[in-house]
């Protein structure tokens, strides 16, 4: 029996040209779409660069009239008028201003007037807190006697049989600690 052999050498290079045939297809599909997108973008710049060439055009033309008025202005305005022009933009420019402290003044005053009331408030609820009754006059003077004889607050709570926050209220009080 006789089988016919095939060439695979010819079976790759066939695969190859295919496989090389697809890329190259792929590539110029890649570069056609990307050209496509920058064209786009720079018709978009574009059009935004004659958009604002517009724009300047008419903004120098503005500025010319208003040159224009100016000097015809400026011709009939005396000193005096001119000045008075001038205060007149400064009021108109300044007023919002002006109105915005004032604002800000009133909101101050009521801010001052709403601390004072509330630390008023936090006064008398002060006074009204009453000393523990363990602590006696005697006992402020013997706590603040030993304090400044730099005997610890532990040590001073023992010695008197008083509570170590009692002895550090009468310290706060005492403006020690």
């Known amino acids: 029996m006789n ?25 110029l599909y ?5 050209d496509a997108n920058y064209t786009k973008n720079i018709r978009s710049v574009a059009s935004a660069a004659e958009e604002l060439n517009r724009e300047i055009f008419y ?6 009239e208003t040159q224009k008025n100016i000097s015809k202005n400026s011709q009939r305005m005396s000193d005096r008028e001119i000045y008075e022009e001038i205060e007149r933009s400064v009021y108109d420019m300044i007023n919002p201003f002006s109105q915005g402290m004032k604002q800000l003044q009133e909101n101050i005053n009521y801010i001052e007037a ?15 807190i009453s000393i523990p009754s363990s602590i006696h006059g005697n006992d402020d003077e013997k706590i603040i006697s030993l304090f400044k004889q730099s005997v610890s607050v532990e040590t001073i ?20 600690q």
């Open 157 to 176: 709570s023992k010695e008197l049989h008083i509570s170590k926050p009692e002895v550090e209220f009468v310290l706060k009080i005492n403006q020690l």
């Open 30 to 34: 890649y570069v056609f779409t990307k």
């Open 3 to 27: 089988i016919p052999q095939i060439d695979l050498s010819q079976f790759h290079i066939e695969y190859i040209i295919v496989l090389m045939a697809g890329i190259i297809l792929y590539l």
């Open 59 to 64: 903004l120098k033309k503005k500025l010319e």
């Open 114 to 128: 709403e601390l004072n009331s509330r630390v008023a408030n936090l006064e008398s609820g002060v006074k009204q």
